[in-house]
């Protein structure tokens, strides 16, 4: 049984940070993507960043490239997200998910989702 639990979000003065763990834990694969997306309500969930076990460096959108750092810490079984030089404009629900082999941009090729942690700049 898979699970994903994000902690971490709350609130925070632009040009503030905050960092996002994710742990995993059931997962029996050994080539996995964990991702983190972000969702504003009434607005489709995007990618912000992923880490891929299989050794490809990680994904940043855009939005945030030199700004978050996705790492993991792979005795604790966790995914981190930093986010540095916070803007109101990453104001959203951030989640954590997981997916079998390669990693992609889309929500819905993703398996295993967290509950969501709030981020409000």
């Known amino acids: 049984h898979v699970q994903l639990v994000e902690s971490g979000g709350g609130l925070v003065q632009p040009g503030g940070s905050l960092r996002l763990p994710c742990g995993v834990s059931?997962?029996?694969?050994?080539?996995?993507?964990v991702g983190w997306f972000r969702q504003v309500s009434g607005k489709d969930r995007e990618a912000v960043a992923w880490?891929?076990?299989?050794?490809?460096?990680?994904y940043y959108a855009g939005s945030v490239k030199g700004r978050f750092t996705i790492s993991r810490d792979n005795a604790k079984n966790t995914v981190f997200l930093q986010m540095n030089q916070l803007q109101p404009n990453d104001t959203a629900m951030y989640y954590c998910?997981?997916?079998?082999?390669?990693?992609?941009?889309?929500?819905?090729?993703?398996?295993?989702w967290g509950q969501g942690t709030q981020v409000t700049v």
């Open positions: 998910a997981a997916r079998r082999w390669q990693c992609t941009v889309v929500p819905s090729d993703f398996d295993y």
């Open positions: 059931g997962i029996a694969y050994t080539i996995y993507c």
């Open positions: 880490h891929y076990t299989g050794g490809s460096s990680p």
